[in-house]
């Protein structure tokens, strides 16, 4: 009897027992799931590293006494050519001066600059007539992949005459991250959402942004922001980069930069 009462308990037990296979089933997507959130964890480690890599050099800048001679870290910047045209301009273009910023709209240090330091360039000498100002699309995909997004929506923005008002949301409001939140700036500086959502969905500004990454990339420039300092070009012209202030750098480094060519 208790032999047959053994009996039955064994095959019970086993009857609930989940299958060998499906146990290693389970067991490999259980792995698979390690394996993602380790590919993950590293995405986001090397992402971090690079944020860490720009800050240090940011910081190392700023360390430089106000108005020292800027070491040439990029061989053969100072001397090349830029295209100018196509990019939106603040400014006179018969100031003296032209500033090229390469930024990205959702890198820190850019939008640190943005509105810490810019306000007072604009004001002492974009406004006074002495330099004129471009804004270059560097979107860094690596480190931000939404990015681009934002850049072309400022181009978008740019047909419907607002440019610089979508510009200045994408720096001072919190990261667009999709779709969704660039129309909700739109309409905030008094785009006509429809028509942006619409400029998006074609695509219509992606090549040319990339396009632009392109350019700067071959130029050696890795790390926003970065601004170039020249001569003002004619109209369409590229301009030759006499210096540039790479990082977020306090005020004083730009006005011993462009004091210096003014003077």
């Given amino acids: 009897m208790l032999t047959k009462l053994a009996t039955i308990t064994f095959i019970a037990v086993l009857s609930l027992s989940p299958p060998i296979q ?18 993950q964890q590293q995405e986001q480690m090397q992402q971090e590293l690079s944020a860490i890599k720009n800050f240090l050099q940011s910081l ?23 295209p100018t045209a196509g990019e939106p301009v603040m400014g ?4 003296k001066i032209t ?34 100002y471009m804004f270059v699309d560097y979107p860094i995909a690596q480190l931000h992949p939404a990015a681009a997004r934002s850049h072309e929506a400022a181009n978008c923005a740019g047909e419907q005459g607002k440019y610089w008002e979508m510009h200045r949301s994408l720096f001072t409001n919190p990261v667009a991250k999709d779709d969704a939140s660039l129309l909700t700036q739109a309409k905030s500086v008094g785009l006509d959402a ?9 695509g219509k500004f992606t090549a040319s942004v990339q396009a632009s990454v392109q350019r700067m990339e071959a130029l050696g420039i890795q790390g926003t922001p970065m601004v170039l300092i020249g001569l003002t070009p004619a109209p369409g012209q590229p301009m030759k980069v006499v ?8 005020f004083g480094a730009f006005k011993a930069a462009l004091d210096s060519l003014l003077q």
Avoid at 24 to 37: C, N, T
Avoid at 92 to 95: E, M, V
Avoid at 243 to 250: F, I, L, R, S
């Fill in 60 to 82: 190392m800048q700023q360390l430089r006494p106000q108005g020292a001679a800027q070491e040439p870290e990029i061989p053969g910047l100072i001397g090349a050519t830029v």
């Fill in 92 to 95: 006179s273009s018969s100031a």
């Fill in 243 to 250: 210096k540039y202030v790479y990082g977020a750098q306090p």
């Fill in 22 to 39: 499906q146990d290693q089933a389970q067991e490999i997507a259980a792995l698979r799931r390690q394996v993602q959130e380790l590919r």
């Fill in 194 to 202: 429809a028509q942006l959502q619409s400029c998006l969905a074609s």
């Fill in 99 to 132: 500033i090229m910023e390469v930024s990205d709209y959702q890198c820190p240090f850019c939008k640190r600059q943005a509105l810490g330091t810019f306000p007072q360039i604009e004001a002492d000498y974009i406004r006074t007539g002495k330099v004129q």
